[in-house]
């Protein structure tokens, strides 16, 4: 079956270190996204690319880096100068790159990063 | 700027109905969706609306009207499964496949 997996689930970081989560999709969508979501708060994007080696950055890209090497791959480095991490990150595809898309997203089960 | 709002919370009794609404203000429109999430999971796609009226399947349907920025998701004969966060996401009108969010409703049905 086709999908999103986002790796690991559960990711600890101590103050101070870089960390990269996986994404990896075999839908073959062009576009991938990823969004950072705390309690009480909506999903914000922090970077989405429409196409490989691309992206662009969203509302919340500063401390974070990604790159799009391949098509079905999508990491996510959250750096030290990302002063509030603990977050629970979710990626997500789409199957449109111009906003037809009648499905929206497929969304990853997330990875919760906590820093210790 | 962009804006959608949701109630934060709503409680409701099994097998009665409910209405979770969103209003929204964004640079441009390109369509609206309904996600459900569960705790700690993925959201999944419910419905999505992008011209006015009312879309309907099974329990679920949404509504949409675009003069007034407002969409409601009607759940009907709860369960107590539909406990869970229930996202409204506008699509912009910039030739991307971007979603912005709204905070979610934090549903809960007891028995």
């Known amino acids: 079956d086709g999908g999103i997996t986002q790796s690991p689930k559960y990711l600890f970081r101590k103050e101070g270190q870089n960390v990269t989560l996986s994404c990896e999709q075999n839908?073959?969508?062009?576009?991938m996204y990823w969004y950072r979501q705390d309690p009480g708060q909506g999903l914000r994007l922090i970077y989405y690319?429409?196409?490989?080696?691309?992206?662009q950055k969203g509302d919340i890209a500063e401390g974070y880096s990604v790159s799009r090497e391949k098509k079905e791959s999508f990491p996510l480095t959250v750096t030290s100068a990302q002063k509030n991490p603990t977050a629970f990150y979710l990626c997500?595809?789409?199957?449109?790159?111009?906003?037809?898309?009648?499905?929206?997203?497929?969304f990853g089960s997330g990875t919760r990063l906590t820093v210790v | 700027g962009q804006n959608i709002d949701q109630p934060t919370e709503m409680t409701a009794t099994e097998g009665a109905i409910v209405q979770i609404n969103c209003t929204y203000q964004?640079?441009?429109?390109?369509?609206l969706f309904w996600y459900q999430q569960h705790a700690g999971e993925a959201p999944t796609f419910l419905s999505y609306?992008?011209?006015?009226g009312l879309e309907e399947k099974g329990r679920f349907s949404s509504f949409l009207s675009r003069s007034k920025g407002y969409s409601y998701l009607l759940l009907k004969e709860l369960q107590m499964k539909d406990s869970a966060s229930y996202l409204c996401?506008?699509?912009?009108?910039?030739?991307?496949?971007?979603?912005?969010f709204g905070t979610g409703t934090r549903l809960q049905v007891f028995p």
């Open positions: 997500a595809s789409s199957n449109d790159i111009l906003g037809q898309s009648l499905l929206g997203y497929t």
């Open positions: 839908l073959n969508h062009d576009a």
């Open positions: 690319s429409q196409i490989v080696n691309d992206f």
């Open positions: 964004t640079s441009g429109f390109n369509g």
């Open positions: 609306n992008v011209l006015d």
């Open positions: 996401a506008v699509r912009s009108r910039d030739n991307t496949d971007k979603l912005i």
